[in-house]
């Protein structure tokens, strides 16, 4: 941008220490540049004019033409209000003013023509539009004669302090004027030519300012891409250079663990895309550069396996592995599972985790640094400083979205050349989104469920139906299944949440008596150990009925279970429901998953009650939620600030965009990849700039 754009906004005409304390404040507005990038979010076509006659009160907005005829004042003080009849010669509608009587009555002239701009009410059988843009219908008026009119995000305060969408138009124009011929284009010549975009000074003119709704589709679509491109161009850079410095441990040979493993433990055939995935982590270990690797899966899509067979590689070039699982109970279950298919093959493992004695630690601290430990399972407690190996190799972070970059960066240090990472996730991410937060990560996708699973079935009911469903869960439990009934919790009504879930466990136990049912209870108020014994009576089969909160959410892992109730289904999000009801259907029996709401359902709750019942697949529930919350909402995504930075584009809707700007960050970078030929100087500029600005967090793993 040129000096002038990155002038103070104060400087502007108009504007002022004090508004520009209030954009500063409210829009984080700075310069002239901050605000030339401070979008319309609607434009309204200014070209059609309404006859009276036509008007009606669904309209959103009209425009029309015409002359005040009288003015009047009705009512006493606060009850005031200022009324002008204007007609366009047929009809007549009112103008009304509640506010602001003293400043607007002296101004308004009858007889004179103007243009009257805002929506239509019915009132007493008239047309009456309350405080209208008016402005004399003088021609030529304006020096920029926009078809659209653009429309800004504004805040009350900013209002309040007389800065409304109007005002910042006006900037707008302010600084457009001023910078005209003097916005250098921030994309190289070759690419705004090759791929037929407009130049960002006619872009930025017409974004304001749009003469059509083509040029302006136009002016959008280079904009979007120009900020998609830029995002990914800088992840993809990184990833890039990343490859050239680091290097990374080369596992030359599939070997006895993994073989052995293969042929005389693996209780059954690999899906084809785990087999797959598989092929995909094996390449690349073999390349000598360090894998950096997201596997999505669905719940119950045999990630930990694919898991499990990639540490074996590991282990076959003499490297230790480790596996690092968002709590204890998933740990531990981690770490059972993994005993079990390691059954009769010699492989050291152990578990870490907050509650592990510090006479076991010592032991497990030492025979990492000696190498004795080859797998290592745990939770945070990996990531103490003391926690060092002798040789890791392979890291797998499982529920990647409950770490944060920091911690997955810890797991990176502890090896002088840094291990291979597998970040696994069940919380499937829309494509869109992978490209951006996960953008220098490779992707694999199991999108499979092992044979033989039953979809489950997934019901929604009123309250009325609830005897019913308790008569279902008993039948269940009579052929031996077990049930959840799971509660909501959300931390600002915490207490709420509590009364209603003990309300529920009452409810239950007065129905389920005591001596032929047992009933566990577990929420976020209890201490982590009588949570996990609670928990394990339930995984034993000691209880039949698990009455919990959400925080059962991740990764547990009871067959036997198949029935999943959710009460005030309506306030949990999509993913989380989708999370939930992954619980079920983890064994060979049909599950079910019913879902209780309040008769009183919005429409994005009824939306996303839809959505559960109608598929099972996740990442299509990812991509509804993504469209019904915005990308701001989506797990993982507030840390990343990413969805935020956006000005112009919406990762739900330009997922076409989005990938094209890959492809073609892609290949410059191909031809480029550092971003050293002079050709490609405005790139690096641009990436360097940016990165500085607001992509921190794109350093993953
Ligand atoms: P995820 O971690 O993806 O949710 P898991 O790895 O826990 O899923 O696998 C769920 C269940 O499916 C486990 O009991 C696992 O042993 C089993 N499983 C995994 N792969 C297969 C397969 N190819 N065929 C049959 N069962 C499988
Ligand atoms: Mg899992």
Not at 22 to 49: A, G, M, N, W
Not at 72 to 101: P, S, Y
Not at 354 to 361: A, C, I
Not at 599 to 616: A, D, F, G, H, P
């Amino acid at each position: 941008m040129s000096e002038l754009a990155g002038q103070d906004i104060k400087f502007l005409p108009g504007v002022g220490p004090k508004k520009a304390l209030l954009l500063k404040q409210e829009l984080s507005v700075h310069s002239y540049e901050d605000l030339l990038y401070h979008f319309p979010f609607k434009y309204i076509d200014r070209t059609k004019f309404y006859a009276i006659s036509e008007i009606h009160s669904k309209l959103p907005y009209i425009q029309v033409k015409g002359r005040i005829t009288d003015i009047q004042t009705i009512g006493e003080k606060r009850q005031q209000r200022l009324v002008a009849n204007f007609t366009d010669g047929q009809g007549i509608i009112e103008l009304v003013w509640f506010k602001g009587i003293k400043f607007v009555k002296p101004n308004l002239k009858i007889g004179v023509e103007y243009i009257v701009f805002g929506k239509p009410n019915e009132f007493n059988h008239r047309i009456n539009v309350v405080h209208p843009e008016l402005e004399e219908a003088k021609p030529n008026k304006n020096k920029i004669q926009a078809a659209l009119q653009a429309f800004y995000p504004t805040s009350e305060k900013m209002k309040a302090g007389f800065v409304n969408s109007k005002t910042i138009h006006k900037f707008q124009e302010g600084i457009l004027n001023s910078v005209n011929g003097k916005i250098p284009e921030t994309l190289p010549a070759y690419l705004v030519n090759h791929l037929g975009l407009i130049n960002l000074h006619d872009a930025l003119w017409q974004i304001h300012f749009p003469e059509n709704t083509e040029i302006l589709k136009k002016a959008q679509y280079r904009l979007k891409f120009e900020e998609l491109f830029y995002i990914q161009l800088n992840i993809l850079k990184k990833k890039m250079k990343r490859k050239i410095l680091y290097q990374g441990h080369q596992f030359i040979k599939i070997g006895e663990y993994f073989n052995t493993f293969f042929q005389n433990n693996l209780p059954f055939e690999l899906t084809s895309a785990q087999k797959r995935v598989l092929k995909e982590i094996r390449k690349e270990v073999g390349l000598g550069k360090q894998m950096n690797r997201l596997l999505q899966g669905d719940v119950g899509s045999g990630k930990t396996l694919v898991g499990l067979m990639s540490m074996l590689m590991a282990l076959d070039n003499g490297c230790q592995a480790c596996l690092m699982a968002p709590t204890e109970i998933l740990a531990t279950q981690h770490l059972e599972t993994i005993a079990e298919f390691l059954d009769g093959i010699n492989v050291n493992y152990a578990l870490l985790t907050g509650s592990t004695k510090p006479k076991d630690r010592k032991v497990i601290h030492e025979h990492l640094i000696s190498g004795e430990l080859q797998i290592l399972i745990g939770t945070h407690a990996l990531l103490e400083d003391v926690v060092q190996f002798k040789n890791l190799g392979f890291v797998i972070i499982d529920e990647q979205h409950r770490f944060g970059v920091a911690q997955r960066a810890k797991l990176w240090a502890k090896n002088p050349i840094p291990p291979h990472i597998l970040v696994m996730t069940a919380t499937p991410i829309p494509r869109t989104l992978a490209m951006t937060l996960y953008g220098d990560l490779e992707v694999s996708v199991i999108d499979e469920l092992p044979p033989g699973r039953k979809p489950i079935q997934t019901v929604h009911y009123f309250e009325n139906k609830r005897q019913e469903v308790y008569k279902f869960m008993k039948k269940q439990i009579d052929l031996g299944r077990q049930i959840y009934l799971v509660y909501p919790m959300i931390k600002e009504s915490e207490k709420m949440d509590y009364k209603n879930l003990e309300q529920g466990y009452e409810s239950v136990a007065s129905f389920f008596s005591p001596d032929k049912y047992s009933i566990s209870m577990v929420h976020g108020k209890m201490k982590p150990a009588e949570k996990d014994a609670e928990m394990q009576r339930f995984a034993k089969g000691e209880t039949q009925i698990m009455v919990a909160t959400t925080v059962i959410e991740v990764g547990v892992n009871v067959p036997n279970a198949s029935v999943m109730i959710i009460e005030s289904t309506e306030r949990f999000g999509l993913s989380q429901l989708h999370q939930l009801r992954g619980r079920v259907g983890r064994g060979a029996d049909q599950s079910y998953c019913i879902l209780m709401s309040s008769y009183k359902l919005s429409n994005e709750s009824k939306k996303r009650i839809e959505t559960m019942v109608r598929t099972n697949d996740g990442f299509e529930i990812a991509e509804v939620d993504l469209k019904l919350r915005g990308p701001g909402d989506i797990e993982g995504t507030q840390q990343s600030g990413i969805a935020y930075d956006l000005k112009i584009a919406n990762l739900a809707k330009d997922g076409q965009v989005l990938q094209y700007a890959r492809d073609i960050a892609q290949s410059i970078l191909d031809k480029d990849p550092l971003l050293e030929k002079e050709i490609n100087f405005t790139l690096a500029k641009q990436v360097k700039r940016l990165s500085k600005a607001q992509f921190n967090w794109s350093v993953i793993s």
